[in-house]
């Protein structure tokens, strides 16, 4: 326990040091297995304060080190853990502008009247920033929903010498006098994300209250009135807390700002396979393996809308999938002329006598609508043939979120066996599916086994 | 007094309220043991917002007794 009759941090007879190295011990637990996570309590305590965490009656009468607040806070703080891991957090931060990035209405005070800077209550806005900027690192979308004058806000936004965000930070913008949850479903639609992954943030209560009314699945959180208590707020917030922050959470945003180009692109194509061809795509295909595991594991915890039987696989389950001689797990990163996706979808083949099932079969939504979701069907085919199997099982399990993909396996050939299941006679090789031409493998997988 | 003594010994023990005995004590509930004995005690404190001393603490081992210590602290309590 802290506090103790020798002052230096550093005296063996202080025990600290012991302390500090038995924890960091405890920390690296997790390297045990990868399906561990250390949920760090001690780090957590000492921000809380020990002394509202305990009570001295309870340790002396029943050796319990936590009173009720703490087993309280220590539960909260296990559950969240578990809330992230199974892929609880939220995906799309849309902030306001005027009040919230900033202090004061750009159309009324100006450029040079905002409270924005490296002072005062300016660098409480500045700090609001800062956070929101972490936040964009770690793989949250930012976009923008403010009632404004487009040319005004942007050009604070760009301009402003105290600003930390750029408009470059934000994957979609709402500058307009409209109803805010209407741009909420707009950029949502834009994103091809669903509502329930976003969170708003906005220091009017009223467009709050009317967000939160008008869409209940997105999360409102009820900003601190004074602008000083918002930076440590948003560092509080648990909604958005990840375990690890991979490469593809860090390019994350980028993705999206090429998915805008992308759409651009599409408008002014002639035809769509022309857009396709213009696209230069080239997918590879790759056994799962360590260096893919985390991320494969968070597409299956976070991919909802193209995914045709969510099984929420974590890196343990996958890890049992990859030691499984009946199991192929194959992960797709695809790469075109605007940007490297990275690994952008997940496949898992099982064999059972002559008949290979597919398991798993998910996209990021990123990639959609880009025909990759065919190539990797027929990539998949192609690989339960050489397996040995003559027939391939597809499933479709119904979701709230999945329906897009009803109809997958049947619009591919696939008879219907019965409700949401189908097969594909591989043997009838005239009628499988083939790679659609205007993409490309790169070095085409070989099998070690 | 009584009857909220009994709804808490009912909550903690997780026995319905009508077969806590007018007169409980640890000995009629399994889950009234030295840990159940602890968490009823921080129910009480937190019902009646007062503070029980380590030394009494082990004392007040039946709903009487409860209810004696509590009408002595001085707090306003409604029957």
């Known amino acids: 326990l802290p506090g103790s009759n020798v002052l230096d941090s550093r005296a063996a007879a202080r025990g600290q040091v012991a302390v500090t190295e038995f924890v960091n011990g405890v920390r690296h637990l997790d390297a045990i297995a990868s399906n561990v996570v250390t949920v760090d309590w001690d780090w957590h305590a000492q921000s809380i304060g020990w002394a509202t965490l305990r009570d001295e009656r309870l340790w002396y009468l029943g050796r319990m080190r936590l009173n009720l607040t703490g087993l309280a806070i220590l539960a909260q703080m296990i559950a969240g853990h578990v809330g992230v891991v199974r892929g609880g957090a939220r995906k799309v931060a849309v902030v306001d502008l005027d009040n919230t990035l900033w202090g004061g209405i750009v159309g009324e005070v100006g450029i040079e009247g905002l409270a924005l800077g490296n002072e005062g209550v300016g660098l409480a806005f500045q700090d609001f920033q800062r956070e929101l900027l972490k936040w964009h690192d770690s793989g949250i979308l930012l976009a923008l929903c403010s009632k404004n004058n487009p040319e005004d806000a942007l050009e604070v936004l760009d301009k402003h010498p105290g600003g930390i965000l750029r408009s470059e930070h934000f994957v979609a913008m709402r500058i307009n006098w409209q109803d805010k949850a209407e741009n909420l479903r707009a950029i949502a639609r834009e994103l091809n994300l669903s509502l329930d992954s976003f969170v708003f943030l906005d220091d009017n209560p009223v467009e709050r209250e009317w967000v939160a009314r008008a869409l209940p699945e997105v999360l409102v959180p009820e900003l601190p009135k004074d602008p000083v208590d918002r930076p440590s707020f948003l560092r509080g917030a648990s909604y958005i807390q990840r375990i690890d922050v991979t490469s593809t959470d860090r390019s994350r945003s980028r993705s999206y700002r090429a998915a805008n180009l992308r759409a651009q692109t599409r408008a002014n194509a002639a035809s769509f396979e022309g857009f396709l061809d213009s696209l230069e795509q080239e997918l590879e295909i790759a056994r799962l393996n360590s260096g893919s595991l985390a991320r494969a594991a968070q597409m299956c915890q976070r991919t909802n809308q193209f995914n045709l039987t969510t099984r929420r696989y974590t890196v343990g389950d996958l890890e049992h999938l990859m030691a499984d001689r009946n199991a192929s797990v194959f992960t797709v990163a695809v790469r075109d002329r605007f940007e490297d996706s990275g690994i952008a979808g997940l496949a898992i083949l099982r064999y059972r006598g002559d008949r290979a099932e597919i398991d798993t079969f998910l996209l990021s939504c990123r990639v959609l609508g880009r025909k990759i979701e065919e190539a990797f069907l027929a990539f998949l085919v192609e690989s339960a043939r050489q397996g040995g199997a003559s027939f391939l099982i597809g499933h479709y399990v119904p979701t709230a979120k999945n329906k897009q993909v009803e109809s997958f396996f049947p619009n591919h050939g696939f008879r219907t066996v019965e409700e949401g299941a189908f097969c594909l006679n591989l043997r009838a090789q005239d009628r499988l599916p083939v790679v659609p031409p205007q993409i490309r493998f790169k070095s085409p997988l070989r099998d070690e086994e | ?79």
């Open chain 2, 1 to 79: 007094m009584r009857q909220r003594l009994k709804q808490l010994m009912a909550l903690t023990f997780g026995v319905p309220a009508r077969e806590v005995p007018d007169d409980a004590a640890a000995a009629d509930f399994p889950r009234w043991n030295s840990l159940g004995h602890l968490e009823l005690m921080m129910a009480v404190e937190m019902e009646f917002r007062i503070q029980i001393p380590s030394d009494q603490m082990q004392e007040l081992s039946s709903i009487g007794a409860i209810e004696d210590f509590v009408r002595a602290q001085d707090v306003a309590v409604e029957a």
